[in-house]
């Protein structure tokens, strides 16, 4: 993979002095390669990672596991871009194992994400079959830690 987008893999908000600076390139070339990596859908979008606790959002997220039936000529594509196509859906994967696709749903409350399921998802032709979890707690969203101190301390083992 190429050095800038390992670095704004990790930190998106480097100006492009600072992304010229760590390339040993100038900010023009810098801002050429990142404008080239957008348009070709290479890079997709940006993200910043809140800490909601701080913010008091009361955002309700299911992990939803989905067995679909594939389409002739379009095997699980078409159904989950139909499925990755709704508002309530932020993340949407194609897996192996169990099932066929896992859905993460984001929503204002449990009732939201309840119907969603219920009235959109397990009723769409194709869907087979869907198993809701809801998330607790966050620990570690797109690799930063969300709560609490970070130790290196080991736990002591007794028999």
């Given amino acids: 993979m190429d050095e800038l987008l390992k670095i704004l893999r990790d930190n998106a908000s480097l100006s492009h002095a600072q992304l010229a600076g760590m390339l040993n390139s100038t900010e023009a070339d810098v801002a050429a390669k990142i404008e080239s990596y957008e348009k070709d859908e290479v890079i997709l979008g940006y993200r910043t990672v809140l800490n909601e606790d701080k913010l008091n959002l009361e955002i309700v ?3 939803i596991e989905v067995k679909i039936t594939p389409e002739r000529e379009g095997g699980f594509d078409r159904v989950a871009l139909r499925i990755s196509r709704f ?5 949407c994967y194609l897996m ?9 749903v984001e929503g204002i409350d449990l009732r939201t994400v309840s119907t969603f399921v219920a009235e959109k998802l397990a009723t769409m032709p194709g ?3 869907t198993a809701t979890h809801f998330l607790l707690k966050p620990y570690k ?7 609490g101190e970070y130790s ?6 007794t028999p």
């Fill in 96 to 104: 192996s194992g169990g099932y066929d696709l896992l859905v993460i």
């Fill in 87 to 91: 508002n309530e859906v932020h993340s």
């Fill in 127 to 129: 869907v087979i079959s």
């Fill in 152 to 157: 290196d301390e080991k736990l002591a083992v």
């Fill in 141 to 147: 969203e797109h690799g930063i830690l969300t709560s």
């Fill in 61 to 63: 997220r299911a992990v």
